[in-house]
């Protein structure tokens, strides 16, 4: 059982900056996939990047290439989604999820077992 608990969320100007961590349990030392995904009202949940806990091979949505960076503590139970160039349309819920299967860089949400009850981002012009 993995369980993901997301913080770091706020409101901030556009252009500015803001880190969002997602404290896992031991469980998911187990997982070999871990994204953050987001959801903006009325729309879907996107993939927002991936990582691999083995490998550290990360993987990113056009939309945030180049602005965020996702990364893993060396104790793999601390994920980490660093925002930098903030723009009004990156405004949604993020949320922390993780699987048990070696995804490969793929940011289908179906396919994450656990998931966090999110961390609200709102990005003012």
């Known amino acids: 059982q993995v369980q993901l608990v997301e913080s770091g969320g706020g409101s901030v100007q556009a252009g500015g900056s803001l880190r969002l961590s997602c404290a896992a349990s031991?469980?998911?030392?187990?997982?070999?996939?871990m994204a953050w995904f987001r959801q903006a009202p009325g729309k879907e949940r996107e993939g927002v990047a991936t990582?691999?806990?083995?490998?550290?091979?990360?993987h990113y949505a056009n939309s945030v290439l180049g602005r965020f960076t996702i990364s893993l503590d060396n104790t793999k139970v601390t994920l980490y989604l660093q925002m930098n160039s903030l723009k009004p349309e990156d405004t949604a819920m993020y949320y922390c999820a993780a699987a048990t299967t070696w995804l490969g860089g793929v940011l289908e949400s179906g396919r994450y077992n656990y998931w966090g009850q999110g961390t609200q981002v709102t990005v003012s012009s």
């Open positions: 031991k469980g998911a030392l187990y997982a070999n996939s």
């Open positions: 990582i691999t806990p083995a490998g550290g091979v990360t």
